[in-house]
Structure formats: structure tokens, C-alpha cells
């Protein structure tokens, strides 16, 4: 065998072997015992989904890192917001509480057929 030939598979069996490693690193931080086992109320709604600031419940906005009771008190007294900026802008939250929910959240805007939505809904 060349020298060459066994240095590329010496590399490819490198990869494979640590190809497999993060998956292996996520098994165990999951903990597959029941004393790490997360509460289901604990986890997310899903991955990536975001909090809209001008309808979630206090609950879900005190969840979010650096918004005590206090802030999501604050925030519901100030909707609607045009954007989620406007909590900044508006002096809601600190810069620093800003910036580590901010991607996160969301401001929605109403539909001007909401309410008509709603009550369709209601129907059904």
C-alpha cells in the first residue's frame, strides 16, 4: 500500500469516528435518567419559536431571560407595540435585558379582521 492511501484512510476513519461525537455529547447533557430528566412545563414550546410581546400571557413573558414579574407587568401596561425596539425605546426593559430576548420575541400586529376573524372562529 502507498503511504498516501493510508494516510486518507486514517482521515477518513478520523472523521467518522468524531462525526459521531456531538451526538453522543447531546445524549448524555440530555440525561437519560429520571433524576435529569427535565419537567415538560421547563421545556419550550418548540425551538426557534418566538414570544409575541403584545399578546403572550405574563407567565410566558417572565419566562424570558431577564424579564422579571415586575417587567412583564411593564410590558403588558405598554401595548401594543409597533415593534419589539419600542421596548427599549420606550424605556420597558434595560439595554442589557434587551438585548438578551430580543431575538426571541416579536410584536404582531392585530389584522384589521380580527375581531371579525374571532367571531367566525367562535361559530364553529
Known amino acids: 500500500m502507498k503511504p ?10 478520523a472523521l467518522l ?7 453522543a455529547a447531546e445524549d448524555k447533557a440530555a440525561g437519560t435518567g ?6 415538560p412545563a421547563d421545556k419550550p414550546k418548540a425551538p426557534g419559536a418566538l414570544v ?8 410566558d413573558l417572565a419566562k ?3 424579564v ?3 417587567d ?7 401595548r401594543p407595540y409597533g415593534s419589539k425596539a419600542h421596548l427599549l425605546t420606550h424605556k420597558v426593559l434595560s439595554p442589557d435585558a434587551y438585548q ?25
Open 64 to 66: 424570558l431571560p431577564g
Open 68 to 70: 422579571s414579574q415586575t
Open 17 to 23: 469516528i468524531t462525526a459521531g461525537q456531538p451526538f
Open 34 to 39: 429520571k433524576a435529569n430528566a427535565a419537567k
Open 100 to 124: 438578551g430576548l430580543s431575538k426571541m420575541v416579536i410584536a404582531r400586529q392585530p389584522s384589521k379582521d380580527a375581531g371579525k376573524n374571532a367571531e367566525l372562529q367562535k361559530k364553529k
Open 52 to 59: 409575541d410581546i403584545n399578546s403572550a400571557s405574563k407567565q
Open 72 to 78: 412583564a407587568d411593564k410590558i403588558i401596561a405598554g
Open 4 to 13: 498516501c492511501s493510508i494516510i486518507a484512510g486514517l482521515a477518513a476513519a
